[in-house]
């Protein structure tokens, strides 16, 4: 039997952007609900082992904050389970980001739920969209009991994926404009053991070659970072990458056993050719794939590369985007456009606001960017800025659907009762 539950906002996927959706909404007074269909919150950052906060400061030796509201406030929580949130300027690319423990993060993100007004389902998945006209009127979701049925008056994709913009029927865009091909896909692996110091690009890179010297295979992609803070002996590689043509389960099976045998091989040079890592061991990979870019949500306004690089402000800002975008091409090469020191770019409202549906909004990687934009937005820090701003948006559209009550003036005024930055 099919259960039919209400809400008035509906938020779908349970990462950062989803996180601060639902958690906003419910603090904008609307009755809201998250729907993940993982175990456990945190998207990639958690389910991915991509361990660290990028997009929280601009880029420089003495960075500003530029992430307030619900992404402060996780700060502020990892600081209290004893994580260092202090940032790091990479001393391979000048960019800044905060390392974390993937697992503390989980109790993080159930704690400020079950705190929270909003209500959460993990283990479900949306299958299916009803519609009528310009509006979603609910979602079809699948748990092991069977199908549910969720009415609400707004929702939020920030699946990642765009997955209830695609199943609503609208179009979207994927890749580059010119050739279509997405960012790589990579597979996180943590290894225990390494030193203590900062280990850079420039070792990986040496090791790596080194490894193709001696006829290791998988070993495609040469240039990546150890996430990991001084004082650590562990920290997580990103290394092993494969071009993702679509989501569809095939593709994802070939991607994620390919993946798995790179990972065999990157540890394989680290262990042998970087100093101090000849007893590391392998602790776990994934367990999911991490996906940089697919699906891209088309709103009333896009936002382009050349926005972001040339730091445009705009009048109805809902945040900052401060991450220098950072392309992860098809042929294994990482492509670095810097934006200027200590500054940021405006993320307009209208890239939040699908246009040919009334009431959704998009949050995360999927909001509507062009490719060079989207590699600076995809990150998380910048995801729980455009997730406060739409599930506020969501929210207040979902008590009153006069276009004047979920404006720019009316999310901006929200988002600083939140504490967010403009």
């Given at each position: 039997m099919?259960?039919?539950?209400?809400?008035?906002?509906?938020?779908v996927?349970?990462?950062?952007a989803?996180?601060?959706?639902?958690?906003?909404?419910?603090?904008a007074?609307?009755?809201?609900?998250?729907?993940?269909?993982?175990?456990?919150?945190g998207?990639?950052?958690?389910?991915s082992?991509?361990?660290?906060?990028?997009?929280?400061?601009?880029?420089?030796?003495?960075?500003?904050?530029?992430?307030?509201?619900?992404?402060?406030?996780?700060?502020?929580?990892?600081?209290?389970a004893?994580?260092?949130i202090?940032?790091?300027?990479?001393?391979?690319?000048?960019n800044v980001?905060?390392?974390?423990?993937?697992?503390?993060?989980?109790?993080?993100?159930?704690?400020?739920?079950?705190?929270?007004?909003?209500d959460?389902?993990?283990?479900?998945?949306?299958?299916?969209?009803?519609k009528?006209?310009?509006?979603?009127?609910?979602?079809i979701?699948?748990?092991?009991?069977?199908?549910?049925e969720?009415?609400?008056?707004s929702?939020?994709?920030?699946?990642?994926?765009?997955?209830?913009?695609?199943?609503?029927?609208l179009?979207?865009?994927?890749?580059?404009?010119?050739?279509?091909?997405?960012?790589?896909?990579?597979?996180?692996?943590?290894?225990?053991?390494?030193p203590?110091r900062?280990?850079?690009?420039?070792?990986?890179?040496?090791?790596v070659?080194?490894?193709?010297?001696?006829?290791?295979?998988y070993?495609?992609?040469?240039?990546?970072?150890?996430?990991?803070?001084?004082?650590?002996?562990?920290?997580?590689l990103?290394?092993?990458?494969?071009?993702l043509?679509?989501?569809?389960?095939?593709?994802?099976?070939?991607?994620?056993?390919?993946?798995?045998?790179?990972?065999?091989?990157?540890?394989?040079?680290?262990?042998?050719?970087i100093?101090?890592?000849?007893?590391?061991?392998l602790?776990?990979s994934?367990?999911?794939?991490?996906?940089?870019e697919?699906?891209?949500?088309?709103?009333?306004?896009?936002?382009?590369?050349?926005?972001i690089?040339?730091?445009?402000k705009?009048?109805?800002?809902?945040g900052?985007?401060?991450?220098?975008?950072?392309i992860?091409?098809?042929?294994?090469?990482v492509?670095?456009?810097?934006m200027?020191?200590?500054?940021?770019a405006?993320?307009?409202?209208g890239?939040?606001k699908?246009?040919?549906?009334?009431?959704?909004?998009?949050?995360?990687?999927?909001?509507?960017?062009?490719?060079?934009?989207q590699?600076?937005?995809r990150?998380?820090?910048?995801?729980?800025?455009?997730g406060?701003?739409a599930?506020?948006?969501?929210?207040?559209?979902s008590?009153?659907?006069?276009e004047?009550?979920?404006?720019?003036?009316?999310?901006?005024?929200?988002?600083k009762?939140?504490?967010?930055?403009?």
């Open positions: 099919k259960r039919s539950i209400t809400y008035e906002v509906a938020v996927g349970g990462g950062a989803g996180i601060a959706a639902a958690l906003a909404s419910a603090k007074g609307a009755k809201t609900i998250l729907i993940e269909r993982a175990s456990a919150l998207g990639q950052g958690v389910n082992q991509v361990a660290a906060y990028c997009g929280f400061y601009t880029r420089g030796q003495n960075p500003d904050k530029v992430v307030g509201g619900i992404g402060d406030l996780v700060l502020k929580k990892m600081n209290a004893g994580m260092d202090t940032p790091h300027p990479s001393p391979s690319t000048g980001s905060i390392k974390f423990d993937p697992e503390k993060m989980k109790f993080i993100f159930d704690d400020l739920f079950l705190q929270s007004k909003a959460l389902l993990l283990h479900t998945s949306l299958v299916g969209v009803n009528k006209d310009k509006k979603i009127k609910s979602l979701c699948y748990d092991d009991e069977g199908l549910i969720v009415h609400a008056n929702f939020v994709d920030a699946s990642g994926n765009a997955n209830l913009i695609h199943l609503a029927g179009k979207t865009n994927w890749g580059d404009e010119n050739t279509h091909a997405v960012q790589q896909a990579s597979l996180a692996f943590r290894v225990n053991n390494i203590a900062n280990i850079l690009m420039s070792e990986i890179q040496s090791a070659k080194k490894g193709k010297e001696e006829g290791i295979p070993l495609t992609k040469e240039k990546g970072v150890f996430i990991k803070n001084n004082g650590d002996d562990y920290g997580f990103t290394l092993p990458s494969v071009d043509n679509s989501l569809d389960g095939s593709n994802l099976t070939n991607a994620e056993i390919m993946l798995r045998k790179k990972v065999q091989s990157y540890f394989l040079i680290v262990k042998k050719y100093k101090g890592c000849e007893n590391a061991f602790v776990s994934g367990p999911n794939i991490g996906i940089r697919s699906r891209r949500m088309i709103g009333d306004t896009t936002l382009h590369g050349k926005d690089l040339n730091v445009v705009r009048k109805d800002s809902i900052r985007a401060a991450w220098s975008p950072e992860h091409h098809t042929n294994n090469q492509e670095y456009k810097h200027p020191d200590n500054d940021y405006s993320i307009p409202l890239s939040l699908a246009k040919d549906i009334d009431n959704i909004w998009g949050a995360g990687r999927l909001i509507s960017v062009d490719h060079v934009a590699a600076s937005i990150v998380m820090g910048t995801s729980y800025i455009t406060q701003a599930g506020i948006a969501a929210g207040l559209q008590k009153d659907t006069d004047k009550n979920f404006c720019a003036d009316a999310v901006q005024k929200e988002l009762a939140q504490r967010a930055l403009l």
